[in-house]
């Protein structure tokens, strides 16, 4: 067995400690004992895999045993003369039942009813026949009575709005759905089930887009992350944008930063060639030689990426990585000129969506130093202790939000470098904290943007949704299936921010009443009045 650091150095004398070659030699074995023990793990983990593979069982994970709670009875405080509020006294009545004892004696005086109320759900089949007057005028033609405007197929609305609430909002698959509303008498087969949910919702996919554009128009700044979405037995990803007032959500093949700059720009990708196109070839280090190309274009706008790709051949950029740059310098140009300025992305730090105002997850920095080994207990305290420092950083951060000032901002701005500049004993968390201090612009536009928000859990929380659906329905297949999955995940939780329900939402729209008014609007009057 080899021995730890805290072992080694136990047997050396201090005198020897002191020694440059020693301690030289102790920090190089100290290393050393890191790197095998992320190894040991790392190898660990491959050997679970490989026995996944094979269908074999991989090391188990067993968990210390806990010693059982006493649980506590719980008790009203004492004292307490708060009366409980009558949940039923708002309550919509559907029908009253008048009931009378079994005996009453003779003499005996009336005194009034004592009302008891039973809450339930009726769940009936509701089938309705419309019989069209058919009448032959004197000239020999047919008239006839025509269907209600709301009646669109041989399926009412609120059926349709069943069948999208128990897919989209609770999950459920649709073999599933089929046998519940079977065993409801309701007569619909597997693929009128597949229609609902998958054809004819150019109004839906038209409010998601809306709502893009509204949340981008009215927001100082959005959360957005990705997770990965299989389609038609393809690796994809899906791309989360909102905050408060809004979520959507798009799959795609890619998750490059040209994707995410695609559909920041939502409909609008347009290619421009102008100073802030340019600005963004040279931070990208693009070729002096393409760059002089492009700045010598005689035409600076593109409306499609056919007309793009084409002119960048003509003028002779073919270098793929050239081509990236260019195109996401002209898409970001387009990009600017439809939103407003200083929009804040706040994300994980993953590289594509580092463009703009970028602000990074406090949550996601710290977990670096989370994943640490950590070869020793000596060790372990240096590292507990700087991240307490980290998290009462933090603390005077969501202080400093609340009542922003110039003298406070300087002292967190110092505090930051005390922290992440500081040199302990333990090399893998000074390298850690190095990394994160190169980030300190990112980590601090908070001092600046007072409104932002310190973390990302609003949009992983969003995305967990999405997640859920997929664990449970796995990929989806047709290209309306992926693009229904998107547009009712963005709808569903676009109406849980602005507080209206998805049901009704569902019915309202399906019925054809419109009384609710569209999201987009919603989303801007939201964060107007923020």
Not at 123 to 146: C, D, H, M
Not at 341 to 368: M, P, Y
Not at 445 to 467: A, K
């Amino acid at each position: 067995m080899i021995n730890t650091p805290d072992q080694i150095v136990k047997n050396i004398p201090q005198e020897d400690k002191e020694n440059p070659t020693i301690a030289f030699l102790l920090e190089q074995f100290e290393q050393q004992f890191e790197i095998i023990l992320a190894l040991k793990e790392q190898n660990q983990i491959l050997k679970d895999e490989i026995a996944r593979l094979k269908n074999q069982n991989p090391k188990p994970k067993i968990k210390p045993s806990k010693l059982p709670k006493d649980p506590k009875p719980k008790s009203s405080p004492k004292g307490s003369t708060r009366k409980k509020k009558k949940r039923t006294a708002t309550l919509k009545i559907d029908k009253e039942d008048r009931i009378a004892p079994e005996y009453i004696p003779e003499g005996s005086t009336f005194k009034g009813l004592k009302p008891y109320t039973v809450r339930g759900l009726q769940i009936v089949s509701f089938n309705t026949r419309y019989l069209l007057e058919q009448w032959q005028t004197p000239e020999g033609n047919i008239v006839a009575g025509k269907l209600p405007s709301f009646v669109d197929g041989h399926f009412d609305s609120v059926l349709k709005s069943f069948i999208l609430y128990q897919y989209h909002h609770c999950h459920v698959t649709q073999p599933l759905i089929l046998e519940q509303l079977r065993e409801w008498d309701i007569d619909i087969s597997a693929c009128q089930i597949n229609r609902i949910l998958n054809e004819g919702k150019d109004q839906f996919h038209a409010e998601k887009d809306d709502i893009l554009q509204a949340g981008l128009q009215s927001s100082d700044y959005i959360n957005v992350d990705d997770t990965g979405a299989r389609h038609n037995g393809k690796n994809g990803y899906c791309t989360h944008i909102g905050n408060e007032f809004f979520a959507w959500f798009k799959s795609t093949e890619s998750k490059s930063r040209i994707n995410f700059l695609e559909l920041l720009c939502a409909g609008e990708t347009d290619y421009l060639l102008n100073d802030d196109a340019f600005q963004y070839m040279i931070d990208a280090r693009l070729a002096k030689y393409s760059l002089s190309l492009l700045q010598a274009s005689p035409i600076t706008a593109f409306t499609d990426s056919a007309g793009w790709e084409l002119h960048l051949k003509k003028i002779g950029i073919v270098r793929p990585r050239h081509i990236q740059i260019a195109t996401e310098g002209a898409l970001l140009a387009n990009l600017v000129s439809h939103i407003p300025k200083g929009l804040v992305i706040v994300s994980d730090d993953a590289g594509q969506f580092n463009i703009l105002s970028h602000s990074l997850c406090w949550v996601h920095a710290e977990r670096t130093l989370a994943k640490l080994i950590v070869p020793s207990t000596i060790k372990q305290e240096i590292l507990e202790k700087v991240r307490q420092q980290i998290w009462n950083f933090y603390d005077e951060l969501k202080t400093y939000k609340e009542n922003p000032s110039e003298k406070e901002k300087v002292r967190l701005q110092n505090v930051f470098d005390d922290i992440f500049t500081q040199h302990t004993d333990f090399q893998l968390l000074n390298l850690a904290l190095k990394r994160l201090h190169a980030n300190k612009s990112e980590l601090l536009l908070v001092l600046d943007r007072p409104e932002i928000p310190l973390h990302n859990n609003l949009s992983e929380n969003d995305i967990r949704e999405y997640v859920k659906k997929r664990k449970i329905s796995g990929s989806t297949r047709s290209e309306a299936g992926r693009k229904c999955r998107d547009t009712f995940a963005s709808l569903k939780k676009t109406c849980r921010k602005l507080g209206i329900s998805f049901w009704q939402f569902l019915n309202d729209r399906l019925a054809g009443n419109n009384m609710i008014s569209p999201l987009s609007q919603l989303v801007e009057q939201r964060a107007l009045s923020r």
